[in-house]
């Protein structure tokens, strides 16, 4: 089942929820953040909130920040990663 599909059912009924059924605001998703990894979905409830966060993305105004939990010892206390993430 299509996350939109599910949004569709799930809410169809909520009245905080504008945007569950309307196609032309794609059900509200905004923006999938780190398509290659987590892929975490940012959804507007309503126009105002839909439009707010899809300009926040398109002007660079959001701040992401990544924290990373480990097992083990780790020698280094910062670096960069440059593959992709993902679980073994």
Request: charge should be negative; hydrophobic fraction near 35%.
């Amino acid at each position: 089942e299509h996350l939109c599909h599910y949004i569709a059912l799930k809410f169809k009924d909520n009245k905080n929820f504008q945007l569950s059924s309307n196609l032309h605001y794609e059900w509200g998703i905004a923006h999938r953040l780190d398509v290659d990894t987590s892929g975490a979905i940012m959804i507007g409830k309503s126009i105002e909130g839909f439009n707010h966060l899809r300009e926040a993305f398109k002007t660079h105004k959001v701040f992401k920040e990544y924290i990373c939990l480990v097992h083990g010892y780790v020698q280094e206390d910062h670096g960069q990663v440059d593959n992709p993430i993902y679980w073994d």
